[in-house]
């Protein structure tokens, strides 16, 4: 596709309900990251893709959060028993490896009540 | 480990007034350095890169930042600030990796 695409736009799930997130990169980026954004927050890098594999995952927070990717290309993030420190904005990007120019999606809002 | 430090998570400038937006980073070897800006309720676009080229590295948007190794530096400079500025800011830098280190972002204010 022409951009980053994530979906939900926006997700309200009640404590304890798993969740999916959704991103859809830019058609041959091969190398695919999440992170999270707190409110008034900076970047928290999650975990990175390059193809399928991961060979950096070290941000992921607990064991509730994982992440893949299928056919170098859809990922999902899913967070398993949200807890209300998990309401973020989950943001994705995809580069072309070694570019070091990210484009991101919009992000997806999730509100955990 | 690398990481980048931005001073200041607001600032506020009046309309035409210059723009500088700071960054200092560290790394143990040379680093490649970045500036995102992140309008309301949008992702992150890239304004610029430095990746060992030039000094001096023009973005979008009339936008520059300089790469000062002898200050641990890579600040943002706009000559004339426009409301469409306003919006948040985000350093970040990598080292031979894929993954972005970003610092915790400033918001600019552009009053007229």
């Known amino acids: 596709g022409a951009g980053v695409s994530q979906s939900p736009s926006n997700k309200v799930t009640e404590k304890g309900k798993d969740v999916e997130l959704r991103c859809d990169p830019i058609?041959?980026?091969?190398?695919l990251y999440w992170y999270r954004q707190r409110l008034g927050q900076g970047l928290e890098f999650l975990i990175y893709?390059?193809?399928?594999?991961?060979?950096?995952k070290s941000g992921l927070p607990s064991d509730r959060f994982s992440a893949e990717r299928t056919g170098e290309s859809v990922s999902t993030l899913t967070i398993q028993r949200t807890q209300q420190e998990d309401s973020a904005v989950y943001l994705c990007?995809?580069?072309?490896?070694?570019?070091?120019?990210?484009?991101f999606g919009s992000g997806t809002r999730l509100t955990v009540v | 480990a690398q990481s980048v430090t931005q001073l200041g998570s607001h600032v506020s400038v009046s309309e035409g007034a210059l723009v500088l937006l700071r960054c200092n980073y560290s790394?143990?070897?040379?680093?490649?350095l970045f500036w995102y800006v992140q309008y309301p309720n949008q992702g992150l676009q890239l304004l610029l890169k430095?990746?060992?080229?030039?000094?001096l590295v023009k973005g979008i948007n009339g936008f520059e930042a300089e790469f000062k190794k002898s200050e641990t530096s890579f600040h943002l400079t706009k000559p004339s600030a426009h409301m469409s500025d306003a919006a948040e800011y985000f350093c970040?830098?990598?080292?031979?990796?894929?993954?972005?280190?970003f610092g915790t972002g400033t918001r600019l204010q552009v009053f007229p």
């Open positions: 990007a995809s580069s072309l490896p070694g570019n070091y120019g990210y484009t």
């Open positions: 058609s041959g980026h091969t190398a």
């Open positions: 893709f390059q193809g399928n594999s991961a060979p950096d």
């Open positions: 790394s143990s070897v040379p680093p490649y």
């Open positions: 430095y990746t060992s080229a030039a000094t």
């Open positions: 970040a830098v990598t080292v031979n990796t894929d993954k972005l280190i």
